[in-house]
C-alpha cells in the first residue's frame, strides 16, 4: 500500500508542482485529494522544488538500495527500513545518536533543534506563577498550536446545531451484560442547503448493565467494528465505551474538504490556510459528543476518558487540549503532528504528511513549516521556526493526565520522541503544582511502566499497537478516576 502511495504522488507531481491549468475559484463537483492540495499550495504561494533523481540524490542515505532495479525513483531501503523521500527532499531516518533507543551511523541526521520553553512567552518573558499560566501562557500557545498546525475552530456563530437521538438495547459480550446505546447527532445543513453529503455525530456507546453507580467512560475514536474488541477491555475493568466513528462527520481525505462538516461551514468553498483541517472538525464532534454523554446520569462527569490509536491518536491529544470536561487522556502511538517532537527528524516527519494522502489532517498552515531552512542545504528544517511542538499541545492539557506509548517495532512513529514530548512538557505540570513523568532510569526501558506522575509513558515490546499497554493504562487512571 505504501509504494502504491508513492507511486501515486510521483504520477502526480507534475500537477503538485502547477504544470497544470488554475484551480477553479470555486470547487468543481468533483474534487481530488490532489486538487485540493494543489490549490493549498497556491494560495499559500508554495511552489515544491524540483528535486534530483532518487538514484542520484545526494542526500539519500550511503548505502541505500532502490527496493525495485527496475524502479529507481520508487522507494529505498536500508538497515532493515524502507526509506522514501518527501515532496519536500527530506529522506526518512532510522539513525539515533547514543542517547535514543536506536543509535546508528548517520546519527547526524535526527539533526539538532532549539528547545521550545514552555514557560517563557513568545516575546521572551518568564512566567513564575499558575496564574501567569492561565492568564497568559496558555492563550498564546493555544492560539500558536492552532494558527501553526491545527486550524482555528470556526465563530461559534458558523457552526451548526447539532440534535441527538438514540436508542437503546441489552446485550452481553465478553460475559457481561450491557446496555448499548446508538448514537446520532443530526447536524443542521439549514445554513448550506446545497451541500452534498450531510456530516453526522455518529457513536455507540456500552455501559455495564445494573452498575450501582455513574461508571467512568473511555470515549475512543475508531470504527464501530472495533467495539467488541474493546469492550473486553473497558468492562474488565467497570468502564463504560463510547466508539466515535470520525468518518461521518468529516471523512479522511483531502477529496472532501469542500463537502461533509468542513464543506458546510465553508459553504463548499475551498479552506482558508488558516481553517481547521480533518482532526479539528473530529475534535469539534468529540466535544459535541460530550455535551450529549454527560446528560445520561449512568455516566461519571468526571470519568471522561478520550483515547485513539496513530492519526487518531492526534486527534485524542489536541481534543484533549481543547476541551477540558476530557479528564484523561491515551492518545496511542501518534507519531509526527501528535505524541513526537516535530523537530526531531527520526520516522514520520512532518513532511511526510505534506502530501495528498495526509495533509487534510491539518490546517494549511503547517505546510509553512516544510522543507530546508536554508536553501540548498538539508539540514536544519524551517520546523524550527515553528514556535510549537507536540509538548506543547501536551501542555494544554495541564494538569489533567495523560497516557503516552511506543513500541520497539513502531519506530515510523519515534517511541523516542514520544518519551521526549512528555519529558519536555514536565515543567507545565510542575508549575501547576502536579508531577510530570517521572522516571529514575536514564531512558524508558522496555514493557516498564512510568506512570508515578501525572504524564505516564510505557514502551512496549512490539508494533504499532494499544493493545499491550490497557493495564498499564488503567493503573495509571485508577489514581485519578474511581472505578
Request: proline fraction near 8%; hydrophobic fraction near 35%; include cysteine.
Amino acid at each position: 500500500m505504501k509504494r502504491i502511495l508513492t507511486l501515486l504522488i510521483l504520477a502526480f507531481l507534475p500537477v503538485l508542482t502547477g504544470a497544470q491549468d488554475p484551480i477553479p475559484a470555486f470547487p468543481p463537483e468533483v474534487v481530488t485529494n490532489e486538487m485540493d492540495f494543489r490549490q493549498m499550495l497556491q494560495q499559500m504561494h508554495i511552489t515544491l522544488p524540483v528535486l534530483a533523481s532518487r538514484a542520484d540524490d545526494p542526500n539519500r542515505p550511503a548505502g541505500s538500495v532502490a527496493q525495485n532495479p527496475d524502479n529507481p525513483e520508487g522507494r529505498y531501503r536500508y538497515g532493515g527500513h524502507d526509506l522514501n523521500r518527501s515532496l519536500f527532499g527530506l529522506w526518512d531516518n532510522y539513525d539515533d545518536t547514543e542517547a535514543g533507543f536506536f543509535p546508528g551511523r548517520d546519527s547526524w541526521r535526527v539533526g539538532s533543534y532549539t528547545p521550545i520553553s514552555l514557560t517563557r512567552m513568545d516575546q521572551g518573558r518568564e512566567i513564575r506563577s499558575e496564574r501567569d499560566w492561565w492568564r497568559l501562557r496558555r492563550p498564546e500557545v493555544l492560539k500558536d498550536v492552532q494558527e501553526s498546525l491545527y486550524g482555528f475552530f470556526p465563530p461559534q456563530e458558523k457552526l451548526p446545531a447539532v440534535h441527538f437521538k438514540s436508542m437503546e438495547f441489552d446485550g452481553k459480550k465478553a460475559g457481561r451484560e450491557f446496555t448499548q446505546v446508538n448514537i446520532l447527532g443530526e447536524i443542521d445543513c439549514s445554513s448550506y442547503p446545497a451541500i452534498k453529503n450531510a456530516p453526522t455525530v455518529s457513536a455507540t456507546l456500552r455501559l455495564p448493565k445494573n452498575s450501582e453507580k455513574p461508571v467512568p467512560v473511555m470515549i475512543l475514536i475508531s470504527w464501530d467494528m472495533a467495539i467488541d474488541q474493546y469492550w473486553s477491555v473497558m468492562s474488565e475493568q467497570g468502564w463504560g465505551l463510547c466508539i466515535f466513528n470520525p468518518n461521518n462527520i468529516q471523512p479522511d481525505n483531502g477529496a472532501s474538504l469542500t463537502d461533509y462538516l468542513i464543506g458546510l461551514v465553508n459553504k463548499g468553498n475551498w479552506r482558508q490556510p488558516s481553517d481547521w483541517g480533518s482532526i479539528g472538525a473530529w475534535s469539534w464532534g468529540i466535544s459535541r459528543l460530550i455535551d450529549f454523554l454527560l446528560g445520561d446520569p449512568r455516566i461519571d462527569p468526571k470519568g471522561i476518558g478520550l483515547g485513539g490509536h496513530s492519526r487518531y491518536g492526534k486527534t485524542a491529544l489536541y481534543a484533549m487540549a481543547c476541551d477540558e470536561r476530557i479528564s484523561i487522556g491515551f492518545p496511542s502511538d501518534a507519531g509526527s503532528l501528535g505524541t513526537k517532537m516535530n523537530r526531531r527528524h527520526w520516522g514520520q516527519d512532518l513532511e511526510n504528511s505534506a502530501s495528498p494522502s495526509e495533509y487534510h489532517w491539518m490546517a494549511g498552515n503547517f505546510l509553512k513549516w516544510c522543507g530546508p531552512l536554508v536553501p540548498g542545504k538539508y539540514l536544519p528544517r524551517k520546523v524550527e521556526l515553528c514556535p510549537v511542538d507536540a509538548h506543547s499541545i501536551v501542555a494544554l492539557c495541564a494538569p489533567r493526565p495523560v497516557f503516552f506509548n511506543g513500541g520497539t517495532t513502531s519506530q515510523w512513529s519515534d517511541p523516542y520522541g514520544i518519551y521526549l514530548t512528555a519529558a519536555a512538557a514536565s515543567p507545565v505540570y510542575e508549575l501547576l503544582g502536579h508531577t510530570g513523568l517521572v522516571m529514575e532510569d536514564d531512558k524508558p526501558q522496555v514493557d516498564k511502566a512510568y506512570i508515578e506522575g501525572d504524564l505516564g509513558y510505557r514502551y512496549h515490546e512490539g508494533g504499532h499497537t494499544d493493545a499491550p499497554d490497557w493495564p498499564a493504562f488503567f493503573e495509571f487512571a485508577r489514581k485519578y478516576i474511581e472505578f
